[in-house]
């Protein structure tokens, strides 16, 4: 099948979920399209019992879409750069003491906490892995999605402090959690022995330190280009090229392209804004970035549900899932907790904030593309189910409850 085929037919099929969730669900977007899909792809499954050829032809054309590689090679460079335009870069600034720290030391403690979980639980299942394999599971699962939670939040009107928060931290987060797996599987590939924690330690710096710095050059170079003109459709082009341009770049110079376009995106929708476009290309800028948005996490929670189609059941993986569903809770809300309560002179962040910052962390689909991406000598499968397990549950279960949650609290 030919790359426009497919790529046709995920647009036809994300329009037609797009509008059963518009006219008749009404759920939110993402949980809304998702949970379309799953649906289609379950009575694609049981089709396939009196039609093989149908459900032969629905499994071939969502295994020939890799998503690992669509997702983090294409998708999220725009994804993320488009939310980070549409952040208010006022109130990333107030709370970015707490979005530092949570960022940061949240993914690293939650991903060691997972992993360390899981080890000891997998030794009392009699299935035990190597702990490197239990910290990389901990590392897919560590990352948040800013885009799943965000439009609920707003929804539910949670207070804008702990939504900049809970957004700015997930769009860093991404970037960290992208890193330290990258990190991890180079270790695994090399082998402990042959690598010291010094030279992790740089390689973990060189990544992140040097996509936060390309990200700033990059938000520069495009502010310094829009700056000497105005002529929106230019413009937008410039903010293409930043993105499409820029990653490419930051994956040859070797340092994180996702927090690169967090950088990139977040400059361009503060001090570019501001001081480098007019009111009309400001105006076309968000709405092309809004578009493209929308588009994008559309088709990827359709693909999240689509990806159902090419697992295959397995009990002793679902009840590992679900047993992983609540270690990674724990592990959030206790990686939350501890930078909370050791900064606390500094972040400012109230108890509540914490327990809303946990049942809001849902993961999405950067934590299965992750999976997918592992190498077939590493327990891939069973990631892969357990990780699945972990996103519906977080997407529909904690996504359908935030709002509650955001009005009890608050």
Same mark, same amino acid.
């Given at each position: 099948?030919?790359?426009?085929?497919?790529?046709?037919?995920?647009?036809?099929?994300?329009?037609?979920?797009?509008?059963?969730?518009?006219?008749?669900?009404?759920?939110?977007?993402?949980?809304?399209?998702?949970?379309?899909?799953?649906?289609?792809?379950?009575?694609?499954? !049981?089709?396939?019992?009196?039609?093989?050829?149908?459900?032969?032809?629905?499994?071939?054309?969502?295994?020939?879409?890799?998503?690992?590689?669509?997702?983090?090679?294409?998708?999220?460079?725009?994804?993320?750069?488009?939310?980070?335009?549409?952040?208010?870069?006022?109130?990333?600034?107030?709370?970015?003491?707490?979005?530092?720290?949570?960022?940061?030391?949240?993914?690293?403690?939650?991903?060691?906490?997972?992993?360390?979980?899981?080890?000891?639980?997998?030794?009392?299942?009699?299935?035990?892995?190597?702990? !490197?394999?239990?910290?990389?599971?901990?590392?897919?699962?560590?990352?948040?999605?800013?885009?799943?939670?965000?439009?609920?939040?707003?929804?539910?009107?949670?207070?804008?402090?702990?939504? &900049?928060?809970?957004?700015?931290?997930?769009?860093?987060?991404?970037?960290?959690?992208?890193?330290?797996?990258?990190?991890?599987?180079?270790?695994?590939?090399?082998?402990?022995?042959?690598?010291?924690?010094?030279? &992790?330690?740089?390689?973990?710096?060189?990544?992140?330190?040097?996509?936060?710095?390309? +990200?700033?050059?990059?938000?520069?170079?495009?502010?310094?280009?829009?700056?000497?003109?105005? *002529?929106?459709?230019?413009?937008?082009?410039?903010?293409?090229?930043?993105?499409?341009? +820029?990653?490419?770049?930051?994956?040859?110079? *070797?340092?994180?392209?996702?927090?690169?376009?967090?950088?990139?995106?977040?400059?361009? +929708?503060?001090?570019?804004?501001? *001081?480098?476009?007019?009111?009309?290309?400001?105006?076309?800028?968000?709405?092309?970035?809004?578009?493209?948005?929308?588009?994008?996490?559309?088709?990827?929670?359709?693909?999240?549900?689509?990806?159902?189609?090419? !697992?295959?059941?397995?009990?002793?993986?679902?009840?590992?899932?679900?047993?992983?569903?609540?270690?990674?809770?724990?592990?959030?809300?206790?990686?939350?907790?501890?930078?909370?309560?050791?900064?606390?002179?500094?972040?400012?962040?109230?108890?509540?904030?914490?327990?809303?910052?946990?049942?809001?962390?849902?993961? +999405?689909?950067?934590?299965?593309?992750?999976?997918?991406?592992?190498?077939?000598?590493?327990?891939?499968?069973?990631?892969?189910?357990?990780?699945?397990?972990?996103?519906?549950?977080?997407?529909?279960?904690?996504? !359908?409850?935030?709002?509650?949650?955001?009005?009890?609290?608050?």
């Amino acid at each position: 099948m030919s790359l426009f085929a497919i790529i046709t037919i995920l647009v036809v099929i994300t329009a037609s979920f797009a509008y059963l969730n518009t006219r008749f669900l009404k759920l939110p977007e993402t949980i809304g399209m998702m949970m379309i899909s799953i649906i289609f792809s379950l009575l694609l499954i !049981l089709t396939g019992l009196f039609l093989p050829d149908v459900s032969s032809f629905a499994k071939t054309f969502v295994s020939n879409i890799n998503f690992s590689k669509v997702l983090l090679e294409i998708m999220l460079s725009f994804l993320l750069f488009a939310g980070a335009l549409h952040t208010d870069g006022s109130l990333l600034k107030a709370n970015r003491r707490s979005i530092t720290v949570f960022a940061i030391a949240g993914v690293l403690l939650s991903a060691l906490l997972v992993g360390g979980i899981l080890f000891f639980v997998f030794q009392l299942l009699h299935t035990p892995f190597d702990f !490197l394999y239990c910290l990389l599971f901990g590392a897919l699962v560590a990352p948040t999605d800013p885009i799943a939670v965000l439009g609920i939040l707003t929804k539910a009107g949670a207070p804008k402090d702990v939504e &900049i928060k809970i957004v700015g931290e997930s769009l860093f987060n991404d970037g960290i959690g992208v890193v330290l797996f990258l990190s991890l599987l180079e270790v695994i590939a090399i082998g402990t022995e042959n690598i010291s924690l010094w030279e &992790i330690a740089v390689l973990l710096l060189k990544e992140i330190g040097g996509g936060l710095l390309f +990200g700033w050059v990059l938000g520069k170079a495009g502010y310094s280009m829009m700056k000497k003109i105005d *002529h929106y459709q230019t413009e937008i082009l410039i903010t293409l090229a930043m993105v499409m341009g +820029g990653y490419l770049v930051a994956q040859l110079l *070797h340092v994180s392209g996702p927090l690169a376009m967090v950088v990139a995106g977040l400059f361009t +929708g503060s001090r570019s804004k501001e *001081h480098a476009m007019s009111d009309n290309t400001e105006l076309y800028i968000d709405k092309f970035w809004e578009l493209i948005d929308v588009l994008m996490n559309a088709i990827l929670f359709v693909l999240i549900g689509l990806e159902l189609l090419t !697992l295959k059941f397995n009990l002793s993986y679902l009840i590992a899932g679900l047993i992983a569903v609540v270690v990674t809770l724990v592990a959030r809300y206790i990686s939350l907790l501890i930078p909370a309560t050791l900064f606390k002179r500094y972040i400012k962040t109230s108890t509540k904030t914490v327990w809303l910052m946990t049942w809001g962390g849902l993961r +999405g689909g950067l934590s299965i593309a992750m999976a997918l991406s592992l190498p077939d000598s590493l327990p891939k499968t069973q990631f892969v189910f357990m990780i699945y397990v972990i996103v519906l549950v977080s997407i529909i279960v904690q996504g !359908l409850t935030i709002g509650k949650l955001v009005k009890k609290l608050f």
